[in-house]
Each structure stands twice: as C-alpha cells, then as structure tokens.
Nanobody, 122 residues
Framework: QLQLVESGGGLVQAGDSLRLSCAASGRTFSSYVMGWFRQAPGKERECVAVINWSGTSPYYTESVKGRFTISRDNAKNTVSLQMNSLKLADTAVYYC???????????????WGQGTQVTVSA
C-alpha cells in the first residue's frame, strides 16, 4: 500500500486550467496503476483517468477527453492531472488512487489520498 497526498486544487473560473499533483511514498511506485477519481456533492465517485506503469494508452472518461491529461514521473513518485478548459460540471473533490491491475472501478484501487477540492465558477 502507498501513502498518497494530493495538492493543487482551488477556485477557478470556467475556461481556466489547474494542475493537480499526487505525491506517493512507499516501495515500487512504478509497479502501480495510478488513477484520478472525483466526487461531486450528492453524486457517486467517478473514475476520471487511469495510467499504467509505463504511461502508455491512458484511459479518460468521455466527459474529459481532450481537456484533461494524466501523467506520471516514476523517478519522482508523482502522478499529475492537467485540467484545461474547466467547466462547472468539473467541480468536485479529486482523489488520486493506486492499484495493481488496470481498472476503472473504485474497488480496484487499494490506496487513496484524502482528496483536493476543485471549484469552477461561472
């Protein structure tokens, strides 16, 4: 299990950009599949993006394709989410997560950060 800490959330206007970062501590970070999830008030937690150990063929949920980019730096034990052209619907608490198999389900990730708030205003 990894220890994960998110940062970079904040209040922005629609159309602006934010970059979220997740710092991991623990052994063999490069062996983990990493993902970003989000949860808005009153809604279910949603998988936003997933990246495998090599960084190839990342997954994005349809609503963020072309706007968000997930990346990882195994040498620094970090994973990031670049969010461009933010919309009101992107407002949520964003969580980074780690697992051992490629999946988009919440139950497939066994390490979770505490979350960082992203608020998009009109």
């Amino acid at each position: 299990q990894l220890q994960l800490v998110e940062s970079g959330g904040g209040l922005v206007q629609a159309g602006d950009s934010l970059r979220l970062s997740c710092a991991a501590s623990g052994r063999t970070f490069s062996s983990y599949v990493m993902g970003w999830f989000r949860q808005a008030p009153g809604k279910e937690r949603e998988c936003v993006a997933v990246i495998n150990w090599s960084g190839t063929s990342p997954y994005y949920t349809e609503s963020v394709k072309g706007r968000f980019t997930i990346s990882r730096d195994n040498a620094k034990n970090t994973v990031s989410l670049q969010m461009n052209s933010l919309k009101l619907a992107d407002t949520a608490v964003y969580y980074c997560a780690a697992g051992f198999l490629t999946t988009t389900t919440e139950r497939g990730f066994n390490s979770w950060g505490q979350g960082t708030q992203v608020t998009v205003s009109a």
